[in-house]
């Protein structure tokens, strides 16, 4: 399983950053063109990786978590909550400072209450500031997160708690996968 994923992420085109070599690749990018087979991979692996009868509501963070869980949702039937870049205002709006490998800034969390029980998913953890900056405003507002899952892992991060990834990878002039989970 995954081979799709594994093609993909081991062919992907490579480009320097301010000294960061970073892959780009349709799920964690969204170029160059995102195949309905990736996505249908991925989402079969995670329905098969993770414990969803508990779980209320998927939580994402914008932008690249949204296609994957667009998919988990259609597959699965729970709603999806999208953490946005942009406020809204809206009353009980929770506002997460971010800080990952190669950005900082604000995420908005609307829709979320005490108890809800959820599922985060994202595209790829690389440093954890994502992961790290959700479970704290989650844990604020009162929701339970129930687990975490991501399709590519750069690194180990801690995120001072367990989570799950689909693969793991090593980044030099090109991507390696060195593990896949599912």
């Known amino acids: 399983m995954l081979e799709k994923l594994v093609t993909s992420l081991e062919t992907c085109p490579m480009v ?14 969204g170029v160059p063109i995102v195949e309905p087979e990736l996505l249908r991979e991925i989402g079969c692996a995670m329905v098969k990786m993770l414990d969803l009868d508990k ?6 963070a914008e932008a ?9 949702s259609l597959m699965t039937g ?16 929770v506002a997460v ?23 985060i998913i994202d595209d790829v953890i690389s440093t954890g500031g994502t992961a790290r900056a959700l479970l704290s405003a989650l ?11 991501v399709v590519i892992q750069r690194g180990n ?13 090593e980044v030099n002039e090109r991507v390696h996968v060195i593990d896949k989970h599912c």
């Open 139 to 149: 844990g604020q507002i009162g929701v339970d997160v129930v687990d975490i899952c």
């Open 97 to 119: 400072h971010q800080t990952t490998g190669y950005s900082k800034g604000e995420l908005y969390l609307n829709g979320l209450f005490a108890g809800d029980r959820v599922v």
């Open 64 to 72: 690249m978590g949204i296609h994957i869980g667009t998919v988990l």
């Open 16 to 29: 320097q950053r301010n000294g960061y070599n970073y892959f780009i690749h349709p799920i964690s990018d």
């Open 55 to 60: 779980v209320d509501k998927i939580v994402v």
């Open 78 to 93: 729970i709603p999806m909550n999208i953490v946005r870049k942009r406020e809204y205002k809206l009353p009980g709006e």
């Open 157 to 169: 991060p801690d995120i001072g708690r367990d989570y799950k990834s689909l693969t793991k990878i």
